[in-house]
């Protein structure tokens, strides 16, 4: 299996630093070529990791005012909820940087999961017309110049969950759930097309207690072994880099 790339960093915050020069890069890269950033976040510990962001010199350096920000997946509670995705993000990022309020695309939380999810998936498609958003030429699916995941223990990104049914979607680009095994039950998430037209994804990972999952998800395991949703992360003509810490790619033997 092509893995992609693999960024294995001694410690946590040689690791943020690399990430925070990752995405400087790419948002320079993208704002030269297109006039336009479009970025989808997760939830998680993603967040803290990609703090340096805020201080120098990505504070000043970055152009915040060309970024479009979108979210892998949300959980369908109140935005001001500590479950939020957004409200992490929030506090934890788009507070202490100048992004434009007007370009953050946080679900509308006074509707149900399915109303939410089909109002975001508009949202985008309107983005996408407008090429805000660049368009695959192979799916029709939309291109974001980035989309950062993490990855649970059980092998999760976004909301899509070992065996759920959600792992089959083919057409639709964004979704509900109402059965997450980790709470909060009810997540909007995009599909494995949307995550698979990606330009860049990125996979941030660390701590020993998903060192196993790191190992399934990457390396030539057995056929008898489960295939995790982060296996499935495979962007068809994108970039595909894992950030790893050296206790998460301590069972990795493609490194
Ligand atoms: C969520 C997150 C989720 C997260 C992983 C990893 O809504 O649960 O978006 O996809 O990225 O669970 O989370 P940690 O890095 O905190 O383990």
């Known amino acids: 299996k092509d893995g992609g790339e693999f960024r294995i960093h001694e410690n ?24 336009f950033f479009a970025i989808a976040l997760s939830g998680g510990s993603l967040i ?9 010199p990505f504070n000043k350096t970055v152009d ?34 100048p992004v434009v309020p007007g370009h953050i695309y946080s679900i509308n939380d006074s509707l149900s999961a399915e109303e939410a999810a089909s109002e975001y998936e508009f949202v985008l498609r309107q983005l996408v017309k407008t090429r805000t958003v660049d368009v695959s030429e192979i799916s029709d699916c939309p291109k974001f110049d980035l989309i950062l995941l993490g990855m649970g223990p059980d092998g999760h990104v976004a909301s899509l969950f070992p ?19 980790k709470p909060p039950p009810e997540r909007i998430t ?16 660390t701590g020993a207690n998903k060192a196993e999952a790191v190992h399934l998800a990457i390396d030539n395991v057995g056929s008898e072994c489960p295939v995790l949703p982060a296996r499935m992360v495979c962007p068809t003509n994108g970039k595909l880099v894992w950030f790893l810490d050296r206790a998460a790619a301590s069972m990795l033997e493609a490194s």
């Open 163 to 181: 065996n759920h049914i959600a792992l089959d979607e083919k057409e639709e680009w964004i979704i509900f759930i109402t059965d997450s095994p």
């Open 48 to 56: 803290s990791l990609m703090g340096k962001l805020c201080e120098a």
């Open 12 to 35: 946590v915050d040689e690791l943020a630093t690399d990430l925070a020069d990752y995405i400087a890069e790419l948002s320079e890269i993208s704002v030269k070529e297109r006039g």
């Open 64 to 97: 915040w005012a060309k970024w479009y920000i979108f979210w892998a997946d949300e959980r369908v509670v109140a935005k001001n909820h500590a479950d939020s995705n957004y409200k992490l993000a929030k506090d934890g990022l788009l507070s202490k940087v």
């Open 190 to 205: 995009f599909t494995l097309p949307v995550i698979n037209s990606a330009s860049n994804v990125a996979v941030v990972v």
